[in-house]
């Protein structure tokens, strides 16, 4: 390697160290507030880093909070495919994936018609669609990392990121006790737990607060959700395209990085190969990855600026919310 390439990593390194190392303090800060509190890291995290918003203006953190924001954000997504397997996926048979599939499919064009009825732009249903349909704040930086470039994405990202974590928080207390109230078996609690909480950690909480068995089945299903983040995102990309979004500057690429690294890393962790040391390790670098860039993504936003998103965008993720479980229940009391 060259000199002068040794000197530009070594400057580049140094102007996006600041940035970072906050963003790092911040997200370490988040996780010891949610292992003590019981709220989700990444509500947390946002709102820590929504207190330091002064830090992404002119100054020495800029660059680094922006590229945390960005870059490691995908990191974070490209990472969450080793959570999945083939094997998990085929061992509940092809209902519960029908059950994903429809629900996901449903969720995601009804939010974008009733985006579109609030007079919101139909990228900001999907937005939101997406993070309630497949796997809440992971769902939603994905997405908005692989749709184009708006004036307001990335304060409709903050927004959907807060109130589908505070939405998946709710559903945790909320949906075991319906689940009981409908005397629902534990195979059927669990593929209903883990087809409408948004969150992968409030789907293991809320699954094995009631049993194992609920608890296993609601994991395998929410992963199920998870797989979905692929298709969702490439049609995502499809549609923008079609639609001429962003001509005037960079289009996504057809296929995103992080999501081919998604997909590469899910078949491999379906090969068997991979040690439950090395998975464990590549699960919590991711979760820390997303911490850490909702954490920069947070000092991005002034709350000035969430404040004046009024109540309809919070109807419509409610709404979602509520639909969502309601279909479910539908699907499972029509078979599925």
């Known amino acids: ?96 994936f029908a059950l994903v599939v429809i629900l996901v499919v449903v969720t995601i064009s009804v939010s974008v018609v009733a985006a579109k009825a609030l007079g919101f732009q139909r990228l900001f249903g999907m937005l939101t669609g997406g993070a309630t349909a497949i796997c809440g704040a992971s769902a939603a930086m994905a997405l908005a990392a692989a749709l184009p470039n708006h004036p307001q994405k990335e304060r409709a990202t903050l927004f959907t990121v807060i109130g589908v974590s505070a939405l998946s928080t709710t559903a945790m207390i909320l949906y075991p006790m319906i689940a009981n109230w409908l005397a629902l078996s534990p195979q059927v609690a669990g593929v209903f737990l883990g087809g409408t909480i948004h969150d992968v950690a409030q789907v293991v909480g809320a699954g094995y607060s009631m049993s194992t068995e609920t608890g296993d089945i609601a994991t395998v299903v929410k992963l199920m959700r998870v797989a979905m983040l692929l298709p969702v995102i490439l049609s995502a990309t499809l549609i923008t395209r079609m639609q001429g979004a962003d001509t005037a500057g960079k289009r996504p690429p057809l296929l995103p990085w992080f999501a081919v690294g998604f997909l590469i890393l899910a078949c491999v962790n379906s090969t068997g190969w991979v040690a439950p040391a090395v998975q464990g390790s590549v699960n919590e670098l991711s979760r820390w990855s997303l911490v850490v860039s909702i954490s920069a993504l947070g000092m991005k936003t002034q709350l000035k600026e969430l404040a004046a998103v009024g109540i309809k965008p919070i109807l419509l993720m409610v709404g979602e919310t509520v639909f969502l479980a309601v279909l479910v229940l539908l699907l499972l009391h029509w078979g599925l």
Do not use: D
């Open 1 to 96: 390697m060259s000199a002068i390439a040794i000197s530009s990593i070594h400057s580049r390194t140094r102007e996006l160290a600041p940035g970072f190392i906050v963003s790092l303090i911040v997200a370490a800060a988040a996780s010891f507030l949610s292992e003590h509190y019981g709220a989700p890291v990444m509500l947390f995290a946002l709102l820590l880093g929504m207190g330091l918003n002064f830090l992404s203006g002119e100054g020495p953190c800029k660059a680094g909070i922006e590229f945390t924001a960005r870059t490691v954000l995908r990191i974070g997504v490209a990472l969450l495919g080793m959570r999945i397997t083939l094997e998990q996926i085929a061992a509940l048979g092809w209902k519960p």
